[in-house]
T-cell receptor, first 113, second 116 residues
Framework: DAKTTQPNSMESNEEEPVHLPCNHS???????IHWYRQLPSQGPEYVIH???SNVNNRMASLAIAEDRKSSTLILHRATLRDAAVYYC??????????????FGQGTILTVHP | NAGVMQNPRHLVRRRGQEARLRCSPM?????VYWYRQLPEEGLKFMVY????????ESGMPKERFSAEFPKEGPSILRIQQVVRGDSAAYFC??????????????FGPGTRLTVL
């Protein structure tokens, strides 16, 4: 599976936007970019995913670079409940990886009141 | 629509005992994944099952661990003769299909196993 690189930690203030970067320079053309997050003492939670175009949903936006070697998860207005570990994961469209998620260390997001 | 359910939420076992962890997927989901999160470490894939079939068990330890997803009933992760190193949070996830490309996995709250 292609590897992703994320900063270990980031901080934000409540009500401000947060941009969480992810580098995936070895991404293949059939890799989808998925984001999950894990709140303290909970199971991971799906956030968003995309292939080439930018994506928006009720939780966040995903901006994908034109060469797809990087992407950014955008939380438009951080709340205290957004404090979590955010994981950027690549999932291949084919092959034998099926849907299994390969979690890296992720980015620990701290939100200050 | 109930989410993924796992029980028990907390399980304490003594070394050498057996641990049985249960996972009920979301309604309509026939694909189940188990992940393990050791203390201070990230989540690691263990096994992927469909009803009555193990599809990918590449992340399962070779000994003492087994998993099943019968035609009826929950998926079971069984750990025999537990050791202290098995202490971890075990998460189950389910999805409606197993394509992976766009499939969202829905996670349960986890079972926290403590081995004394």
């Amino acid at each position: 599976d292609a590897k992703t690189t994320q900063p270990n930690s980031m901080e934000s203030n409540e009500e401000e936007p947060v941009h969480l970067p992810c580098n995936h320079s070895t991404i293949s053309g059939t890799d989808y970019i998925h984001w999950y997050r894990q709140l303290p003492s909970q199971g991971p939670e799906y956030v968003i995913h995309g292939l080439t175009s930018n994506v928006n949903n009720r939780m966040a936006s995903l901006a994908i670079a034109e060469d797809r070697k990087s992407s950014t998860l955008i939380l438009h207005r951080a709340t205290l409940r957004d404090a979590a570990v955010y994981y950027c994961i690549l999932l291949n469209a084919g092959g034998t990886s099926y849907g299994k998620l390969t979690f890296g260390q992720g980015t620990i997001l701290t939100v200050h009141p | 629509n109930a989410g993924v359910m796992q029980n028990p939420r907390h399980l304490v076992r003594r070394r050498g005992q057996e641990a049985r962890l249960r996972c009920s997927p979301m309604k309509g989901h026939s694909h189940v994944y188990w992940y393990r999160q050791l203390p201070e470490e990230g989540l690691k894939f263990m096994v992927y099952l469909q009803k009555e079939n193990i599809i990918d068990e590449s992340g399962m330890p070779k000994e003492r661990f087994s998993a099943e997803f019968p035609k009826e009933g929950p998926s079971i992760l069984r750990i025999q003769q537990v050791v202290r190193g098995d202490s971890a949070a075990y998460f189950c996830a389910s999805s409606p299909t197993g394509t992976g490309r766009t499939d969202t996995q829905y996670f349960g709250p986890g079972t926290r196993l403590t081995v004394l």
